[in-house]
């Protein structure tokens, strides 16, 4: 298992990302440097992607992508943290290409969520750089805001934190035994993996045309919120979108977590 750890932002200049009651460049950089040492001694190789130093912030963007693409790496993590001048603001937020649940992302959130941040859930990534262009599975955490009480309980919880990323991203390797989850959730949650190529969602419980919601592709995981439900022919699980896809095992396989 290989991933490539990126600490958002250079340390200074026009990419040094921003600050408040902490500075994003910094904090960047520990979270990075203890997830290295959780993700090792889960038997993990740990790339790193970070840029100290750019002439701008593109040139930035475009070095840590070329040093995450330069290797072939299972997964790219970029951390960073985030800001609201109005400090209205708070929690988690993890982002992704188009948005995808990945059960690690959501893990994240929740994990993190369960230290005393708000969840604010996984999102849609596709547009940021760094997500657009890495030729990996990426994921974009942003940890917290900098600005309001996020970061004080941020400093109080930092390495609760850095357990609960490496603790969704530790169910990739077998290795080791993932570390001690950073706080006990009350349940673990199912999950859909699609099996085949091309695979339709659905808006009802029909195996109509008519209720084709939209297409899902091959090695996707979605959050299911119930099921298998029967409908003539067969079964369906309810995602937690409140699409319906189906559950056939020929199409899709499940898992918990």
Known sequence: MRIGLNAGHTLSGSGSGTSGVIVE????RKVCNRLTEMLKACG??????????AVSQSAYLQQAVNMANRIDLDYFISIHFNNDAKRAGHGVEVYTYKG???PDAVEVCEHIAALGFTNRGVKEGSGLYVIKKTKAK??????????????SLYQQKFEQICTAIAYALADYVQAAPKPVAPVQLPEKKK???????????????????????????KNEVFTIADGPIKVSGGSMYKLKS???????????????K
């Open 44 to 53: 993990v190789e740990v790339v790193p992607c970070t840029v100290d130093k």
């Open 100 to 102: 995808r649940q990945y």
């Open 138 to 151: 990426s994921m974009l955490i942003e940890v917290c805001f900098v600005n309001n009480p996020d970061a």
């Open 191 to 217: 999950y859909v993996k699609v099996l085949v190529d091309d695979l339709a969602v659905r808006k009802s419980l029909s195996w109509d045309s008519s209720a084709v919601a939209g297409r899902v592709q």
């Open 242 to 256: 409140g699409l319906y896809i189906t559950a056939a095992e020929k199409y899709v396989s499940i898992y918990e």
């Open 25 to 28: 460049s910094i904090e960047t």
